[in-house]
């Protein structure tokens, strides 16, 4: 989630990230809020078939993976998508929308955990309402992101641990569950269709909610430069990635349809918790909540950090006014990125629920990821010296599809998601004027009279 950089006159990164590490980087990434906090909300949607919209999810998620693939491993920069967008385009202000709509899809990600950790999870210790949780949160992260957290991979894999402990006690329950005969198996082909045409739009909505489970992985072509041997580590690795984190997924759910039914999870901020107080293992409520709570926080915490980056670099690149990248020369940390994104994060967190702010960081990544789709096939004609991975052309033709279908109302997501990622972009593209302003009333200024 960083924006373009220069290509010279930089001091090179060290490229301390072998293969396992990004294999263990890349889960880290997209494991967190969505599945602990978003899978009942899915199964409200589609019914007990829970499961059916994350195997979709992972197809449309494989798609656009090959593509971001085929272009980190052409263009190794830690750039993102904002890069792609730059050199298939050349169009700055189209390259500042897309890197502001990465930034605004962190923000919602964030908002969205800040509120799933004031849900059921944390009421498993004590009740405090949601909305106050969520803002008292998102101030203490950026009170740590004033302090210079550790951005370490290594650190991360602890996080990514902890994460992964949570999702694979549900998967043991499922197994037990299995063995025993308990559940409901009958429950995993039912499907909510209401009306003509309501299978398509159950699997649409469903799968444009899911979808936010996925996001992260995007995130990982930010540590080409950081990686050893990019374009030969990075194919394996995301591909794994997805692949490990679907897997999880798929099985998290069908463990989930199967224990509890439709309606309870619908009704849970915390649905995993239900599936641990059903599953019959015994395993201790709290602690599943305290790690639930902590996936969910990690993911929080690392998407505030990348928008609070990314709104120094945009200043740096001075495509927003300067001052939003101001450093503390103390700290040596983006404070006044840290209080402008901590804003708006409490501005979201005050008037949107887990659903909504999760929909909404999926819709704008779904716009991201068709960019990037379109991408691939316009750099085709640019030609690099070294070997890169090529998708089939086809693929993300597909992905670029699919993307923009998940993203349009057919899925039909509430007007609010559409309304919000409006008004964040109008923001973005009311700093894109103010900037443009300020640096032509300077150059007017510096142009000598007459």
């Not at 060290?14 to 293969?19: D, E, H, N, Y």
């Given at each position: 989630?960083?924006?373009?950089?220069?290509?010279?006159?930089?001091?090179?990164l060290?490229?301390?990230?072998?293969?396992k590490l990004l294999?263990?980087?890349?889960?880290?990434?997209?494991?967190?809020?969505?599945?602990?906090?978003?899978?009942?909300?899915?199964?409200?949607?589609?019914?007990?078939?829970?499961?059916?919209?994350?195997?979709?999810?992972?197809?449309?998620?494989?798609?656009?993976?090959?593509?971001?693939?085929e272009?980190?491993?052409?263009?190794?920069k830690?750039?993102?998508?904002?890069?792609?967008?730059?050199?298939?385009?050349?169009?700055?202000?189209?390259t500042?929308?897309?890197?502001?709509?990465?930034?605004?899809?962190?923000?919602?990600?964030?908002?969205?955990?800040?509120?799933?950790i004031?849900?059921?999870?944390?009421e498993?210790?004590?009740?405090?309402?949601?909305?106050?949780v969520?803002?008292?949160?998102?101030v203490?992260?950026a009170?740590?992101?004033?302090?210079g957290?550790?951005?370490?991979?290594?650190?991360?894999?602890?996080?990514?641990?902890?994460?992964?402990?949570?999702?694979?006690?549900?998967?043991?329950i499922?197994?037990?569950?299995v063995?025993?005969?308990?559940?409901?198996?009958?429950r995993?082909?039912?499907?909510?269709?209401?009306?003509?045409?309501?299978?398509?739009?159950?699997?649409?909505?469903?799968?444009a909610?899911?979808?936010?489970?996925?996001?992260?992985?995007?995130d990982?072509?930010?540590?080409?430069?950081?990686?050893?041997?990019?374009?030969?580590?990075?194919?394996?690795?995301?591909?794994?990635?997805?692949?490990?984190?679907?897997?999880?997924?798929?099985?998290?759910a069908?463990?989930?349809?199967?224990?509890v039914?439709?309606?309870?999870?619908?009704?849970?901020?915390?649905?995993?918790l239900?599936?641990?107080?059903a599953?019959?293992?015994n395993?201790?409520?709290?602690?599943f909540?305290?790690?639930?709570?902590f996936?969910?926080?990690?993911?929080?915490?690392?998407?505030?950090?990348?928008?609070?980056?990314?709104?120094?670099?945009?200043?740096n690149?001075?495509?927003?006014?300067?001052?939003?990248?101001?450093?503390?020369?103390?700290?040596r940390?983006?404070?006044?990125?840290i209080?402008f994104?901590?804003?708006?994060?409490?501005?979201?967190?005050?008037?949107?629920?887990?659903?909504?702010?999760?929909d909404?960081?999926?819709f704008?990544?779904?716009?991201?990821?068709?960019?990037?789709?379109?991408?691939v096939l316009?750099?085709?004609?640019d030609?690099?010296?070294?070997?890169?991975?090529?998708a089939?052309?086809?693929?993300p033709v597909?992905?670029?599809?699919?993307?923009?279908?998940?993203?349009?109302?057919?899925?039909g997501?509430?007007?609010?998601?559409?309304?919000?990622?409006?008004?964040?972009?109008l923001?973005?593209l009311?700093?894109?004027?103010?900037?443009w302003?300020a640096?032509?009333?300077q150059?007017?200024?510096?142009?000598?009279?007459?």
């Open positions: 989630m960083t924006p373009p950089v220069p290509e010279t006159g930089h001091v090179p060290k490229r301390a990230i072998g293969p294999i263990l980087f890349i889960v880290g990434d997209i494991l967190g809020t969505g599945v602990y906090a978003l899978t009942g909300s899915v199964a409200g949607q589609v019914g007990g078939a829970l499961w059916l919209p994350f195997l979709i999810g992972f197809v449309i998620a494989a798609l656009t993976a090959m593509s971001y693939v272009l980190v491993t052409k263009y190794p830690a750039a993102g998508a904002a890069l792609y967008t730059q050199r298939a385009f050349n169009k700055p202000f189209f500042f929308m897309v890197a502001f709509t990465v930034m605004c899809s962190g923000l919602t990600s964030a908002s969205a955990a800040a509120r799933a004031g849900g059921d999870y944390l498993a210790f004590v009740s405090v309402p949601g909305v106050v969520g803002i008292i949160f998102i203490a992260v009170a740590l992101n004033y302090r957290v550790s951005e370490s991979v290594k650190t991360n894999i602890v996080f990514t641990l902890i994460e992964l402990t949570g999702l694979l006690v549900i998967i043991a499922g197994v037990y569950a063995f025993t005969g308990a559940g409901e198996p009958s995993l082909a039912e499907i909510d269709v209401e009306g003509a045409g309501g299978l398509m739009y159950a699997l649409l909505g469903s799968t909610l899911a979808f936010f489970a996925f996001v992260g992985f995007e990982s072509v930010n540590m080409a430069e950081e990686t050893q041997d990019p374009s030969r580590n990075f194919p394996r690795a995301i591909f794994l990635g997805v692949a490990i984190t679907s897997t999880v997924y798929i099985l998290v069908i463990t989930s349809s199967l224990l039914p439709t309606h309870v999870l619908e009704g849970s901020s915390g649905p995993l239900e599936v641990v107080k599953g019959g293992l395993f201790p409520p709290q602690l909540a305290a790690i639930a709570i996936a969910v926080a990690n993911s929080a915490l690392i998407n505030m950090m990348m928008a609070s980056r990314l709104v120094y670099g945009l200043a690149e001075r495509v927003v006014p300067s001052g939003l990248g101001w450093v503390d020369p103390r700290r940390t983006p404070v006044v990125g209080l994104t901590t804003a708006l994060a409490i501005a979201l967190i005050s008037t949107g629920e887990i659903r909504g702010l999760g909404t960081t999926a704008l990544l779904l716009c991201v990821f068709t960019v990037v789709n379109v991408a316009v750099l085709r004609k030609q690099v010296e070294h070997k890169h991975y090529r089939p052309t086809a693929l597909i992905g670029a599809v699919l993307a923009l279908v998940l993203a349009s109302p057919l899925t997501r509430p007007a609010e998601v559409y309304i919000r990622a409006g008004v964040l972009l923001i973005g009311a700093l894109w004027v103010i900037n302003l640096l032509r009333y150059a007017r200024r510096a142009t000598p009279a007459g």
